[in-house]
């Protein structure tokens, strides 16, 4: 591992800055303590080095698989006892340097080895072991295809479930080599990280397939999968090898020439513009069923989210670029992440904001039109900003003592709110230092190990600019800065005497340190009657003097954030505010458009405009609009305004317009196919009137065609869910109707999404039971569920289930995959909008003060979200209790 480089001003920051070499022997029980504690990575990566493993499994039985495991490293001579991790079913035949080991002890997850059966140098551990197999909770998922009975198997180790699975080293920073061996069943195909060397028959009709060894990588990229798989290889079959692999049952649906070439493409670019080569021997691609993730960016075996990678019906725009976007991320990870990897998992953000950054930059290129930018700020900053204006958000470098809590690391601070400050930093460093900053950090760590400090020293390098307050403020700190213009006109009121930028932050944090966000930003001064003037503004303090404005004429708007470079929430002044509402469908610009959009529903959550007044202006500006991502967005507000914010009887007044626009922009065979499916799906999103409710039948039954035919799946079970939900007297009819009807891959899980919609109390504790006490239920099915179980209009019946979701919390962090506690907390607290349910919330949080730190933050996250909503309702007249 190479050597961390400190920054100049180290010693001045916080205590997660400090070197690991520095750190005191830690104690012999704590390297035991369950999951992996800092001091035991600590330990092992000061004495151990060169690790290899040779893994062996065995498929053929259906819930579990018989292995073993050779560990081979190198160790120094002042090591101590040795710790192997393990959480698994079953070890046995633990063997040191080919000895026996009589006295091995095994607790809390792992497997000490005395240090006499050890040596200086070179040493090898043995150990033979089993492993659970099962749709939920282990780290080989198995899923059973109802279409043909065929069963697949794909391993998920992230962030430390490998030693779930095997004995190993599981943290980041202690890369091995991998050699796998697997036996299956004959008729299975077997993929791994590493390229096949052999795949021959085996005793009682299995085959054993043999993998080469792989470059170095961390052990939560270890991965293989094995099933009937079909497979699919480009046309072009130059540049990096490459096979798409898909279940049997969906080869037909499988769009593979288009996934291939955009893994393909993103592959080239990445090397062309970072100058580094792929790193690894191949670049395999699964579309894996019923994945708990977008994607995982294993080495060699890319895993890809097969319902977000099939297309069942015509993809919209934002389908498409949402796929591009999970894509050209995953593919990143194979330089940052993979061949360059976070030391722990505090610098989680490391990677995976700059994947995110980097798949904006492909799209950029790669996608010309599609307004590249648009989507970054429409994909990114509201998530950010909807969290991190929160008390329970956190820094994007977050302090981890053990790996076991790493789960909670993940969410919008990391995803979103990570690529939004890279983007700030490179406009503030410019371009091309940027990019020679990633280039050298990439080379300098290659194959290895390395934090944030090293990546701003990179890019101090190539930049020549110190970056320690940007360190200080954006990633060490948490939360963020509101911005608000100061507009002072001259006495005429004609003319601008001044005009400033004013920071605080967006929420005062407990032990927050205080300072102001360093930055850089391009502010707009908008004209109607002339052309726009735009500053760019370095900002120097709370308080910011906009040069070079004074004398202007006093501007209709004034928009801080042009270019969407800064991070943080950017106000509208009142004037501005005014203009915007009126004038907000002329704007030429996409991403100018997007982002004043984006003002307005800010000024709707900060109570400064009534919520049926922004679904007034949506309905006034949607005939106009005919981007597909901002008509998009503009929906989704609208129908948050009248679900969730508006008094009823505002949303009563307003809805039966909305539902009639919806509906004739649908079938307006004169708009792009993409509009017109937006139009459908918020329409049976937010139906409720008759009318509404007879249009949705009409689609069902085929008497209201869409697009020249028929609704396809998924729009015909997203029609019934919504049926279903409203509870119309056939509603179960039609369900049943459906569930005959599609005899599709996915009909048993959009049927299990449309049973949790039932507006009936027996259903909705029976999906509850099962959600997390029915070991054969997939995560994945349970989360696609959450949305229809607490359907906001299904308060009443919800609100029971309130307080029993959230003492499941614990468990599910440890039981559960990195995504599934914050969309459980979202969806059950997201799911309410009255003052009893956040009461229900309040108390909770107030009877549990021993609640883990990181459960209590995703809480408060969601808890925040709620008593904003009842904010809102409450400006607006709206009974919340």
């Given at each position: ?7 100049a ?10 070197a ?11 390297l035991t303590?369950?999951?992996i ?5 600590r330990?092992?990566a ?5 690790v290899?493993?040779e ?12 292995g ?9 001579s ?11 079913p ?11 080991v009589t006295?091995?002890a095994?607790e ?7 240090a ?9 551990v043995d150990?033979?072991?089993t492993?659970r197999?099962?749709p939920?909770g282990?780290?080989?998922i ?15 180790l992230v ?9 190993s080293?599981?943290?980041?920073d202690l890369k091995?080599?991998?050699?796998m061996?697997?036996?299956?069943p ?9 390229p ?6 085996g ?10 060894e ?5 052990t939560?990229?270890?991965a293989?999968?094995?099933?009937p798989?079909t497979s699919?290889?480009p046309?072009?079959s130059t540049?990096?090898p490459?096979t ?7 080869r037909?649906?499988v769009?593979a020439e288009d996934?291939?070439?955009?893994n ?5 670019w990445?090397e ?18 019923a ?9 060699g075996?890319?895993?890809y ?5 099939v297309?069942?019906?015509p ?15 995953e ?10 990897t976070?030391?722990w998992?505090?610098d989680l953000?490391?990677k ?5 950054y980097?798949?904006a930059?492909?799209q950029d290129?790669?996608?010309p ?5 648009k ?23 977050q302090e981890?003592a053990?790996?076991e809590?790493?789960?909670?690391n993940?969410?919008?601070i ?12 490179d406009f ?15 080379k300098?760590h290659?194959y290895?190990n390395?934090?944030w400090?090293d ?10 600019q ?7 403020q954006y ?5 963020m800065?509101?911005f608000r213009?100061i ?8 003319s601008l ?12 944090l407990?032990g927050?340190p205080?300072?102001?966000w360093?930055?850089k930003?391009?502010v707009r001064?908008?004209?109607h009657d002339r052309?726009?003037v735009v ?6 303090g ?11 004429p006093v501007?209709?708007y004034v928009w ?6 800064g ?5 509208l002044d009142?004037r501005s ?10 704007m030429?610009?996409d ?16 109570t400064e405009?009534?919520?049926a007044?922004?679904?007034e202006?949506?309905?006034r500006?949607?005939p106009?609009?005919?981007d597909?991502q ?10 948050t305004a009248?679900?969730?914010y508006?008094?009823?009887?505002e949303a009563?007044?307003v809805?039966?317009?909305w539902?009639?626009?919806l509906?004739?922009?649908?079938s307006?065979s004169?708009?792009p196919?993409?509009?017109r499916?937006?139009a ?8 409720k009137?008759p009318?509404?409710r007879a ?9 209201r065609?869409f ?5 396809k ?6 029609i019934?869910?919504?049926?279903v ?8 009819a039609?369900y ?6 599609d005899?599709t891959?996915?009909?048993?899980r ?7 919609a ?7 504790a ?7 006490d ?9 989360t ?8 906001p209009a299904?308060?009443s019946?919800?609100l ?5 979701s959230l003492?499941?919390?614990e ?7 990195i ?6 907390i ?16 309040d108390?909770f949080?107030?009877?549990?003060p021993?609640l ?8 408060l996250q969601?808890?925040?979200e ?14 919340v209790?």
């Amino acid at each position: 591992m190479t050597r961390t480089i400190i920054l100049a001003a180290a010693a001045v920051l916080l205590a997660g800055g400090a070197a690991r070499s520095q750190s005191p022997a830690p104690r012999p029980d704590v390297l035991t303590t369950p999951g992996i504690s800092l001091e035991l990575a600590r330990e092992r990566a000061a004495t151990l080095s060169g690790v290899r493993y040779e893994l062996a499994l065995d498929l053929t039985r259906r819930d579990s698989a018989a292995g073993s495991v050779r560990i081979a490293f190198d160790r120094k001579s002042e090591a101590g006892d040795l710790v192997v991790d393990f959480r698994g079913p079953s070890l046995r035949g633990v063997r040191a340097n080919g000895a026996a080991v009589t006295d091995f002890a095994w607790e809390n997850g792992h497997v000490r080895i005395p240090a006499r059966w050890l040596r200086a140098g070179a040493n090898t551990v043995d150990a033979e072991f089993t492993a659970r197999i099962a749709p939920a909770g282990s780290s080989i998922i198995r899923y059973d295809d109802a279409t043909d009975g065929a069963t697949y198997l794909y391993t998920l180790l992230v962030p430390s479930d490998a030693h779930q699975l095997f004995p190993s080293f599981d943290q980041p920073d202690l890369k091995a080599r991998f050699r796998m061996r697997l036996t299956a069943p004959a008729e299975w195909t077997v993929i791994a990280n590493g390229p096949l060397e052999s795949a021959e028959d085996g005793a009682g009709g299995a085959k054993v397939w043999r993998f080469a060894e792989t470059e170095p990588i961390s052990t939560y990229l270890a991965a293989f999968a094995a099933g009937p798989w079909t497979s699919w290889t480009p046309a072009d079959s130059t540049g990096v090898p490459m096979t798409l692999y898909g279940r049997a049952s969906r080869r037909a649906e499988v769009d593979a020439e288009d996934q291939l070439r955009a893994n393909r493409e993103a592959i080239v670019w990445l090397e062309r513009w970072f100058g580094v080569p792929f790193p690894f021997a191949k670049a395999d691609l699964l579309l894996a069923p019923a994945f708990p993730f977008g994607g995982m960016e294993h080495v060699g075996a890319i895993f890809y989210n097969e319902t977000s990678f099939v297309f069942r019906e015509p993809p919209t725009l934002p389908q498409r670029l949402g796929r591009d976007a999970t894509t050209f991320h995953e593919v990143a990870h194979q330089w940052f992440g993979d061949l360059v990897t976070m030391e722990w998992f505090d610098d989680l953000w490391l990677k995976e904001g700059f994947a995110t950054y980097l798949a904006a930059k492909m799209q950029d290129e790669l996608r010309p039109g599609t307004g590249a930018w648009k989507t970054f700020h429409l994909r990114n900053k509201p998530l950010a900003y909807g969290v991190d204006a929160t008390s329970g958000t956190t820094p994007v470098w977050q302090e981890l003592a053990n790996l076991e809590l790493a789960k909670s690391n993940y969410g919008p601070i990391v995803y979103n709110k990570a690529p939004s400050i890279l983007k700030q930093l490179d406009f503030m460093v410019g371009d091309s230092a940027f990019r020679a900053g990633l280039t050298l950090f990439l080379k300098r760590h290659a194959y290895a190990n390395a934090t944030w400090r090293d990546l701003l020293a990179a890019i101090e390098e190539t930049s020549g600019q110190s970056l320690t307050a940007f360190g200080e403020q954006y990633i060490l700190r948490a939360g963020m800065p509101r911005f608000r213009p100061i507009v002072a006109a001259t006495g005429d009121a004609r003319s601008l005497a001044s005009l400033r930028l004013e920071q605080e932050p967006a929420r005062a944090l407990a032990g927050d340190p205080g300072g102001w966000w360093p930055g850089k930003v391009r502010v707009r001064l908008g004209y109607h009657d002339r052309e726009d003037v735009v500053v760019t503004v370095s900002l120097t303090g709370r308080v910011t003097e906009v040069p070079g404005v004074a004398g202007l004429p006093v501007p209709d708007y004034v928009w801080a954030n042009d270019g969407d470079h800064g991070y943080g929430m950017f106000l509208l002044d009142d004037r501005s505010a005014a203009y915007v509402e009126e004038h907000v469908g002329e704007m030429e610009d996409d991403l100018l458009r997007a982002m004043l959009w984006g003002a307005l529903w800010d000024r709707v959550r900060e109570t400064e405009m009534p919520p049926a007044r922004f679904a007034e202006a949506a309905l006034r500006e949607l005939p106009r609009e005919k981007d597909e991502q901002i008509a998009a967005q503009i929906l989704e507000r609208g129908l948050t305004a009248l679900s969730r914010y508006a008094p009823e009887a505002e949303a009563e007044r307003v809805r039966p317009a909305w539902e009639a626009l919806l509906a004739r922009r649908a079938s307006d065979s004169t708009l792009p196919y993409g509009l017109r499916k937006a139009a459908l799906d918020a329409l049976v999103e937010t139906a409720k009137s008759p009318m509404a409710r007879a249009v949705l039948r009409e689609y069902l039954s085929g008497a209201r065609s869409f697009d020249g035919g028929p609704v396809k799946q998924p729009t015909r079970w997203s029609i019934v869910q919504r049926l279903v939900s409203l509870a119309e007297p056939d509603a179960m009819a039609l369900y049943r109707a459906e569930v005959a009807r599609d005899s599709t891959p996915e009909a048993a899980r959009r049927a299990f999404m449309a049973g949790a919609a039932e507006r009936d109390a027996a259903t909705k504790a029976a999906y509850f039971r099962r959600y997390l006490d029915d070991p054969r239920l997939n995560e994945e099915w349970v989360t696609a569920s959450l949305g229809a179980f607490n359907d906001p209009a299904q308060a009443s019946l919800s609100l029971p289930f309130l307080r029993p979701s959230l003492d499941r919390l614990e468990w599910i962090r440890d039981n559960r995959r990195i995504f599934f506690l914050p969309r459980w907390i979202n969806a059950f607290i997201g799911g309410h909008t009255s003052a009893e349910a956040l009461a229900t919330v309040d108390r909770f949080l107030a009877e549990t003060p021993d609640l883990p730190l990181d459960v209590r933050r995703k809480v408060l996250q969601a808890r925040d979200e709620l008593e904003r909503t009842v904010a809102v309702r409450r400006a607006a007249g709206a009974k919340v209790e």
